[in-house]
């Protein structure tokens, strides 16, 4: 299985908005909202900040929120914060019964 | 609270075995959640390894499926990994994750740094 696409990285100042793309195949993106979005500042693991597409685990802010269409996700930060900086990864389960994560992002507040 | 800590050996030998076990303290293993391993090469992205799910059955990464088996011990509170005939290119942070079953992790393990090397 390929990893999903994602750009390598996004930047935005603060208090603007950034959406980061998140492309796969009919074999996983695409059928199924099963989706979901981690939040990795450096030196830690991973955190959970959208699940099944568009659901926002409780404590994680409304700024972001995420949408699909066809083979591709997305995650989108209005009004990016400093604390916002971070690696993003998506992920979907696929048809095969497995995981596979996307290629990952490095936001970037300037 | 529940939380996830991953251990084991830190250096593998080439074409070694590789073996983690991730406690899990604060709660018991419910049967409600499924257990996976995702790991992260130096600088690199995450990589799905391998989950059990309630019934014992297993799922993994097509690429590693002939090297890895994962396990529960629900006796002990801990899941394992094991991944044979490991080379350089296995070197990475393991993280030990729960799934609740709909298809995301909602908790992961701090990770632990496994190098191979002679």
């Known amino acids: 299985q390929s990893a999903l696409t994602q750009p390598p990285s996004v930047s935005g100042s603060p208090g603007q908005s950034v959406t980061i793309s998140c492309t796969g195949t009919s074999s996983d993106i695409s059928d199924y909202n099963r989706v979901s979005w981690y939040q990795q500042p450096p030196g830690t693991a991973p955190k959970v900040i959208i699940y099944?597409?568009?659901n926002r685990p409780s404590g994680v802010p409304d700024r972001f929120s995420g949408s699909k269409s066809g083979n591709t996700a997305s995650l989108t930060i209005s009004g990016l914060q400093a604390e916002d900086e971070a690696d993003y990864y998506c992920?979907?389960?696929?048809?095969?019964?497995?995981?596979?994560f996307g290629t990952g992002t490095k936001v970037t507040v300037l | 609270q529940v939380q996830l800590q991953e251990s084991g050996p830190g250096l593998v030998k080439p074409s070694g075995t590789l073996s983690l076990t991730c406690d899990v303290s604060g709660g018991s293993m419910s049967s409600s959640y499924w257990w996976s391993w995702v790991r992260q090469p130096p600088g690199k992205g995450l990589e799905w390894i391998g989950e059990i799910y309630p019934g014992g059955n297993t799922n993994y990464n097509p690429s590693l499926r002939s090297r890895v088996t994962v396990s529960v011990d629900w006796s002990k509170n801990h899941v394992s990994l094991k991944l044979s005939s490991v080379t350089a290119a296995d070197t990475a942070v393991y993280y030990c994750?729960?799934?609740?079953?709909?298809?995301?992790?909602?908790?992961w393990g701090r990770g632990t740094l496994v190098t191979v090397s002679s």
């Open positions: 992920t979907s389960y696929t048809t095969s019964n497995t995981y596979v």
């Open positions: 994750v729960r799934s609740p079953g709909y298809w995301f992790f909602d908790l």
């Open positions: 099944q597409v568009t």
